[in-house]
């Protein structure tokens, strides 16, 4: 696989997955490096580009205001990323608010890209179900389900594509 992380400019015609979800200002566990890991040792995924937003250097004062150009530069790198990936990875873990992932499920409830997994315990779990299955949308249980369920997806894109 090859990642792409922020702020770095996106420009890719191969398959692609947004890894949205809890980060909660890098203190929540490293779950996309985790996709990463386990996505990796399948050979039918090396083309398949992973848009990660989990930025190596985030510095926790820059002013979250779009005169920020850091701030800016980052939710707009997000933002272009999701508009562009073919499948969009949604995991919302339990003791998280993730108030800037459940914006995100909004903007691309309709988008047909989406495959969600919000823990039991996750403060909103209600209106996250109630959404995916009014939009239609994939839900996973388990963190694991959804890591399955993304790979088994982008193998059908990735075959798809070939042919």
């Not at 922020?6 to 909660?24: E, Q």
């Not at 949604?90 to 800037?100: G, Y």
């Not at 909103?124 to 839900?139: S, V």
Request: proline share 2%.
């Amino acid at each position: 696989m090859k990642t792409i992380l922020p702020p770095k400019v996106i420009s890719s015609s191969d398959i692609s997955v947004f890894l949205a979800g809890t980060i909660d200002m890098g203190h929540s566990i490293d779950w996309q490096q985790k996709f990463i890991d386990k996505a990796n040792k399948e050979e039918t995924l090396d083309d398949v580009v992973v848009f990660n937003p989990r930025r190596k250097f985030w510095d926790h004062t820059w002013t979250q205001r779009i005169e920020n150009k850091q701030f800016s530069e980052q939710v707009n790198w997000e933002l272009d990323a999701m508009e562009s990936a073919d499948v969009i990875l949604l995991f919302l873990e339990a003791n998280s608010k993730s108030p800037i992932s459940m914006m995100e499920l909004g903007l691309f409830a309709d988008s047909g890209k989406l495959m969600v997994c919000c823990e039991e315990g996750f403060w909103r779990k209600g209106n996250i179900d109630i959404i995916c299955k009014r939009k239609g949308i994939d839900q996973y249980k388990t963190f694991d389900e959804l890591v399955t369920a993304v790979m088994t997806k982008l193998k059908e894109l990735v075959e798809s594509n070939e042919n």
